[in-house]
């Protein structure tokens, strides 16, 4: 699986959109981009996933670039409750039975 | 849905003792799990892929003696520290493949285990 690189923390106002950064310049065709984040001494919490095209969902919109080399997580309207490590993981759907490595992430920190 | 519990939430024993965490995916049925370790202020590393009915599989590194894991239904996956001494301190999560219900191929965490040794 292709390996990734995000900055390791970030500041954002609260009611501003947070854009959150992530390159996976190996990306192989087959690999799907995954970002969860985990709110402290909480499990991971599943955010959104993508292939190529830009995805959203109620909790986020997932912004891929046109060459898969890199992607933007954009929650738009940031709240304290937001605070939290964010992770990007590339993945194929069925490599290694499924299993996600994590980096090292973005920690997000929201300000009032 | 796609909610997935673990037993107990902390727990705090003595050197030498064995220490039994369960998984359960509690409203979708999940052929494969995950157990995961994080030490405070770093990132989760994998541990082991347990598979249903079969022998779980270990990542490099981690001994498969120390931590037993055994899942014997679609819906309970554990994980044993035996013998545990304070450096086995760590807060464990879990988490289940969806086989195909909520989310296909996703996966969905549970809120983790805190296990203190002393």
């Known amino acids: 699986d292709a390996k990734t690189t995000q900055p390791p923390s970030m500041d954002c106002a609260e009611g501003r959109a947070a854009n959150l950064p992530c390159n996976h310049s190996?990306?192989?065709?087959?690999?799907?981009v995954y970002w969860y984040r985990q709110i402290h001494s909480q499990g991971p919490q599943y955010i959104i996933h993508?292939?190529?095209n830009n995805e959203t969902n109620e909790m986020a919109s997932l912004i891929i670039t046109e060459d898969r080399k890199s992607s933007t997580l954009i929650l738009p309207h940031a709240t304290l409750r937001d605070t939290a490590v964010y992770y990007c993981?590339?993945?194929?759907?069925?490599?290694?039975?499924?299993?996600?490595?994590f980096g090292q992430g973005t920690t997000l920190q929201v300000k009032p | 849905g796609a909610v997935v519990s673990q037993h107990p939430s902390w727990v705090i024993c003595k050197s030498g003792t064995s220490v039994k965490i369960e998984c359960r995916s509690l409203?979708?049925?999940?052929?494969?799990m995950f157990w995961y370790r994080q030490f405070p202020k770093q990132s989760l590393m994998l541990m082991a892929t347990?598979?249903?009915?079969?022998?779980?599989?270990?990542e490099q590194g981690v001994e498969k003696d120390k931590f037993l894991i055994n899942h014997a239904s679609l819906t309970l996956s554990t994980l044993t520290v035996t013998s545990a001494h304070p450096e086995d301190s760590s807060f464990y999560i879990c988490?289940?493949?969806?086989?195909?219900?909520?989310?296909?191929?996703?996966?969905?965490f549970g809120p983790g285990t805190r296990l203190t040794v002393l």
């Open positions: 988490s289940a493949r969806d086989s195909g219900g909520f989310g296909y191929n996703e996966q969905f």
């Open positions: 190996t990306i192989s065709g087959n690999e799907y």
């Open positions: 993508g292939l190529k």
């Open positions: 993981i590339v993945r194929g759907l069925t490599s290694n039975t499924g299993k996600l490595i």
């Open positions: 409203d979708f049925q999940a052929t494969t």
């Open positions: 347990s598979n249903e009915g079969s022998k779980a599989t270990y």
